[in-house]
């Protein structure tokens, strides 16, 4: 079956412009998690949302950054006056539910800002 | 200094041989400890995970927490360049939502 997919793969923004990177989850899946993963580094968690309710976004790195999933399932991770430090691959998992340990990872936006 | 620490390597070695590979911790609130792999350019897909301290077996891999010691590990046998990869260990506090901390991953070559 489908996985999780994420567009688009690659985006190249100007500092200063605003970007939108998507996630469609795996159909069904209740939770939805966004991660930031820079070079030769893990991911770093930055929000989480269970159906449409956004339960954390502890790890959302300024309030330039804003994610939504109105509807419970597509998502959308918006970063506003992008800067070179958000330069990064941003990856989106989901699991069935909140609880469940198995969380499926999409291949990542790379975002380079230049 | 970070909560879960990795050593990057890189890791090279022949095919066939037993790989280990490492992470310690410092919060003691982890119950759930994860070894994802990661291609080049790929998202991390899940490999091995156990619920607070033991072993587990899953084919050619082995996965053991000691929590006493806030020490995980993961032993690859008989590896194949196939292995070649990215290893992230991960772990969460239970209760609520698996939110996963990372360490930085180990990068793997196995050569024939």
């Known amino acids: 079956g489908a996985g999780v997919s994420q567009s688009p793969r690659y985006k190249v923004a100007k500092r200063g412009q605003d970007v939108a990177l998507r996630c469609d989850p795996i159909?069904?899946?209740?939770?939805l998690f966004w991660y930031q993963q820079a070079l030769g580094q893990g991911p770093e968690f930055l929000t989480y949302f269970q159906n449409e309710a956004q339960l954390d976004k502890s790890g959302l790195p300024s309030d330039r950054f804003f994610a939504e999933r109105p509807e419970g399932s597509v998502s959308t991770l918006k970063i506003q006056r992008t800067q070179q430090e958000d330069s990064a691959v941003y990856l989106c998992?989901?699991?069935?539910?909140?609880?469940?340990?198995?969380?499926?990872f999409g291949p990542g936006t790379r975002l380079t800002v230049t | 200094q970070k909560e879960v620490e990795q050593d990057p390597g890189p890791l090279s070695v022949p095919e066939g041989a037993i790989v280990s590979l490492n992470c310690t911790y410092s919060?003691?609130?982890?119950?759930?400890f994860m070894w994802y792999r990661q291609y080049s350019r790929k998202g991390p897909e899940l490999l091995m995970y156990t619920y607070s301290s033991g072993n587990k077996e899953d084919g050619r891999f082995t996965a053991q927490v000691d929590k006493s010691s806030k020490y995980i590990s993961l032993f690859i046998r008989d590896s194949q360049p196939s292995d070649s990869a990215t290893y992230l260990c991960a772990m969460s506090i239970s209760g609520g939502y698996n939110k996963l901390i990372f360490g930085a991953g180990t990068r793997l070559a196995v050569h024939p």
């Open positions: 998992a989901s699991s069935s539910t909140g609880g469940s340990y198995e969380q499926y």
């Open positions: 919060n003691s609130a982890f119950q759930y």
């Open positions: 159909s069904g899946h209740v939770s």
